[in-house]
DNA sequence: CCGTTAATTCTAATATTCTAGAAATATGGT
DNA sequence: ACCATATTTCTAGAATATTAGAATTAACGG
């Protein structure tokens, strides 16, 4: 399937500390975003290693970029995270805090199912 | 962060197709859970392989395993899932889809906070 | 045009992950 | 005790990821 593929991505690019900490800060800085010399000194990562982490960031949809004069300013987007978590709680029905609610979208093509309660 | 390293943990954990598919067929198989071979067939994963992804995702603490006679019984575990979205939602602050309701618990001790909008 | 600051790309060494066959271990039935 | 089935551990090769210094490119100010 390729949503897991593309979810698969995104779960392995927020699954390094370093990725997972750039964007967090990322999250928090909001549309006003981040320049990466900010983000390296805030973070203390040398600047060609964060240069890498934020491409890889990027590649998957997770950060965009655009240029302010001289710097460039990172930005976390909300859209490819969603996308990640609505996968995960459709397919991986997780109840995200309390209420779940399996919704048992019948695509399984082996068929499995089962569900007996404990 | 103690936190941070923890989910980071998960989310490389299901970062990975093959765990990614593994994970989603046990949440599905509910509480009666998978046995190790039947996963291995569903999937058509090599057993050697299969039980290293499920030792890694075991090691996180996403699945639990226990013995059933002949056979090992691989059971998902959505409190560790619970505990690495709410560390998304709070830490990362996403809407989780649509209706999300944010915890907000504070111990952000950095604290940065932005968020202007858009 | 030149220097400065910002960031990326190049390069390479080290480390980790992924994969899967082969061997080993465990359990239960006969 | 022995065999079949289930699963893990051992092993090792190939592939990727991580890290970071050094060189490079880009933009702006003077």
Redesign the pocket.
């Known amino acids: 399937m390729m949503e897991l593929e593309r979810t698969a991505a995104c779960l ?1 690019a927020l ?2 500390p ?2 997972l900490s750039i964007y967090r800060l990322l999250v928090r800085a909001g549309q006003a975003g981040k ?4 983000i ?1 000194r805030m973070l203390d ?12 960031l990027e590649m998957v949809g997770l950060v965009t ?1 655009r ?1 302010d ?5 990172c930005v976390a987007s909300y859209e490819t995270m969603d996308a990640m978590l609505a996968f995960l709680t459709r397919e991986c029905c997780v109840e995200a805090g309390a209420g779940a609610t399996v919704d048992a979208t019948a695509d399984a093509s082996g068929s499995v199912a089962a569900n007996d309660g404990a």
Not at 35 to 38: E, I, N, T, Y
Not at 45 to 56: I, M
Request: glycine share 10%; net charge positive.
């Open positions: 392995e699954g390094n370093t990725r320049a990466v010399g900010q390296q990562v040398p600047a060609s290693t964060l240069s890498h982490h934020l491409k890889h970029k240029r004069g001289t710097t460039h300013l």
